[in-house]
């Protein structure tokens, strides 16, 4: 290959990302060489910039940032066959040892040999180029751009949330959080068939955009009142009309929590998708004594082929998420509109690709 550019954005300690020239990786047997084209910034990127860490993943060497990432295959391993060079691919950025229990029972998100991209110590995609397995890229039809297939990775999330919640023809869902992976939630439940959606935030231009994305219904935080978690559930039940049949929470905050109980029916089911502080207090008898089912999730798993035929079939329409776009080269700018969220913004862009 004659390419030498390998222009990377990486995150070298808290507050320090630097754009530097990598080497061209060879793909393995299995592997594709991808051309990087779309990456879109998710908030663990900008966390990750900010404190150098989430959880028990620190940033300890440098690395490289994003795993919201589409490309194209520009060469393949000697037993690569599902894939040619041309092909246009969105990329699952996780993969798994696919030989213990996790794996081998499709729950492979668990597993914990995970390499991950841009969870440390792992490097990501924001780059030009990248090798990665070829089962875990998924050719794109000609008429899904590539922004629409870097953006199936937070649609992964919205439908893995909505399967671990039963989402279903006829349901009325509740989503705490119009943040990106509310957003994505509150698409990917409309298209498995729920009648109606509610959702819930802080920040009135986020809801304002929520519900250009179809909800129903929007129900603001209030914080100049001291409202407490019971009587903000309240408010839901009286804008649903009768509580949540499941409720989808992604803020992670703990008062959110507290309501989105509150606001499921008995014998409901509420999602945990917003990771805030490692410790909350939540009223777990309420939750018991009525049979509300509490699930976790952790990224997705086998959910990249259902959200591409979302967006192929046009069931979801996911590029109103979108608002800014950015070059590789302006990758610190990018990053500073993620996280100021200045002028609305919800999905940031950044192309790799220089055509
Ligand atoms: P975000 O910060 O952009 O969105 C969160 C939204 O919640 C914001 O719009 C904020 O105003 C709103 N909010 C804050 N407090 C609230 C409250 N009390 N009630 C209602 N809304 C409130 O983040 P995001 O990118 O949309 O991600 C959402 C969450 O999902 C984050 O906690 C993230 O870590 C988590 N996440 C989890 C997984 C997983 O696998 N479990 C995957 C991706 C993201
Ligand atoms: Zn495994």
Not at 45 to 62: C, L, N, Q, R, S
Not at 103 to 110: E, T
Request: hydrophobic share 40%; with cysteine; proline share 4%.
């Amino acid at each position: 290959m004659a390419a030498k550019d390998n222009l990377s954005a990486v995150l070298r300690k808290v507050n320090d990302i630097q754009m530097e020239q990598r080497e061209i990786p060879q793909p393995t047997d299995t592997e594709v060489l991808l051309a990087v084209h779309s990456v879109g910034i998710c908030g663990s990127d900008v966390h990750y910039w900010t404190h150098g860490a989430i959880g028990d993943f620190v940033v300890k060497m440098p690395m490289v940032l994003g795993h919201e990432t589409s490309g194209t295959v520009v060469a393949v391993g000697s037993k690569v066959t599902s894939l040619k060079p041309g092909d246009r691919v969105a990329v699952e950025p996780g993969v798994p040892c696919r030989m213990c229990d996790y794996c081998k029972g499709a729950r492979y998100n668990l597993c914990l040999e995970m390499k991950f991209h841009a969870t440390p110590p792992y490097h990501g995609s924001l780059t030009r180029y990248f090798a990665h397995p070829a089962d875990f890229c998924y050719k794109l039809p000609d008429h899904v751009s590539y922004e629409e297939g870097a953006l199936l990775e937070p649609l992964s999330v919205g439908v893995h949330a909505c399967r671990r919640a039963g989402v279903t023809i006829g349901h009325t869902v509740l989503i705490c959080g119009a943040g990106p992976i509310g957003l994505v939630n509150l698409l990917t439940a409309k298209a498995m068939g729920a009648s109606k959606v509610c959702i819930t935030d802080i920040d009135a231009s986020r809801l304002e955009r929520a519900k250009q994305l179809g909800a129903d219904w929007t129900v603001q935080v209030n914080t100049i009142v001291n409202e407490t978690s019971t009587q903000f559930a309240d408010r839901i039940i009286v804008a649903i009309g009768g509580h949540a049949d499941v409720t989808i929470e992604c803020s992670g905050a703990e008062s959110s929590i507290q309501s989105a109980i509150y606001a499921t029916k008995s014998g409901g089911v509420l999602v945990l998708v917003g990771l805030g502080s490692a410790t909350v207090n939540i009223p777990i008898v309420n939750a018991a004594v009525r049979e509300v089912d509490i699930r976790g999730i952790f990224r997705y798993a086998n959910c990249y082929p259902l959200a591409l035929s979302m967006v192929a079939s046009g069931k979801v329409d996911v590029k109103p998420l979108i608002t800014h776009r950015f070059t590789l080269e302006q990758t610190l700018e990018a990053f500073e509109t993620a996280r100021t969220g200045r002028d609305n913004a919800i999905k940031v862009m950044i192309k790799c690709a220089q055509d």
